[in-house]
């Protein structure tokens, strides 16, 4: 009996002993992430250092014969890759960087024969890589996982991923026009005055869509600005955070989402109302191309961005096509909100509380008036004011 007793004791003090064992871990994970968003922020303030500049979102090689913005052509990747791979280098990444930045020979044959067509290439890669958007599986430096990339709470793992980030770029308040940023919706090599006057207006945050920005671009203040931010990445289990929800007739349109970005709060009763973190049994997308974080290497919004509409954790939302217009908060693996990396380096944790103005008031856009107006605070509160780079409202040093 006694023998009994002293083992349901040890019993209860095991189950007591668990819960705080992975609570543990979990807060072991948690500094682990962390310390890897630090280690982005150096990177960054070093690549200023070096360059004069911010690494831009959107970059790469411009298309040698096609004139059409989403094609990409002579091995070219239309300018697709984001903010994360030219600071490679700046992350003890140096080999990897290597390996983009020179011409690749995919099929080890030891000459180099590039592609000529805008799809599906079938021969060796030019510096810089083919475009990001097409999932190049024959293209290694796509598909490695960099642990700095990676945040050790976040257990998705292998395809239909290649190498996931669970750390994007910040591109401000506004979903309006990202894909374009200031090019044309024709040609990727120009930028012409109609599009650079609406990304003036709309793209307010550190990063942008083929635009350079530099540290004296941040007006607010480099403490006071977000650079970049964690997210979580799909797991495959209609998470609404990880994944877009492809019921095309359901989903809002651009302009819907620019004057009402609270339509992606229900996204036309998608959502399951009892487990409202997964989506109902719909049209989801089992694509690399619309899953959160499942390329690190390119810049499309759904894949490796985020903006400051809605607080952390809240459903990801884009409109009919995954690199236009949407609502893309950031989100974590950890209890109750994410990191951030701000301007200056340091490392915040947002909660998922955190005070986000009116969700269903319009973006700031070119043409807007009153409250919308280019150069008007952000209507997002505190959320959105730490997304913008030069608005000038006022931060709580509390936050």
Known sequence: ME???????????????????????EAA????????????????????????QLPQQGDGTANYDLSVYWQVSGGANGMKVSALVPLTP???????????????????????????????????????????????????????????????????????????TNYVACIGDSPHNYKYGNRTTGDINVIDSGSAEIARAAHRGMFAKYQKFRFRDVLDGLSNTIAMGEIATDLGDNDTRTIQNDAGATRPTS?????????????????????????????????????????WAASEMILCAFNTIHGPNKPLCVTTNSAYDGVCPPSSRHQGGCHVLMGDGAVKFITDSIEAG?????????GQTGARAPGSKSPYGLWGALGTRASKETIDSEF
């Not at 007793?5 to 609570?23: H, N, T």
């Not at 970005?261 to 989506?279: H, S, T, Y």
């Open 3 to 25: 023998l009994l007793v002293v083992i349901a004791i040890i019993g209860v003090l095991v189950g007591l002993l668990l819960p705080a064992v992975q609570a543990a871990r």
């Open 29 to 52: 994970r948690r500094m682990s992430c962390s310390n890897n968003f630090k280690q982005i922020g150096l990177g960054m303030h070093n690549y200023h250092a070096a360059f004069g």
């Open 90 to 164: 700046f992350i003890e990444q140096q080999a990897l960087w290597e390996q983009i930045s020179n011409p690749y020979d995919a099929d080890g044959d030891g000459t180099l024969v590039f592609a000529t067509t805008a799809r599906n290439s079938t021969g060796d890669y030019r510096a810089m890589g083919p475009g990001t958007h097409y999932f190049y599986r024959d293209y290694d430096p796509w598909s490695t996982e960099i642990p700095t990339f990676r945040c050790p709470s976040d257990p998705g793992v292998g395809l239909p991923a290649l190498g996931r």
């Open 255 to 295: 302009s819907n989402v620019l004057a009402n970005p609270g339509l992606c709060l229900n996204n036309a009763g998608m959502i399951d109302p009892e487990r409202p973190q997964f989506w109902l049994d719909a049209s989801l997308s089992d694509s690399s191309n619309t899953a959160r974080g499942s390329l």
């Open 358 to 366: 009116d969700p269903n008031h319009g973006s700031v856009a070119l």
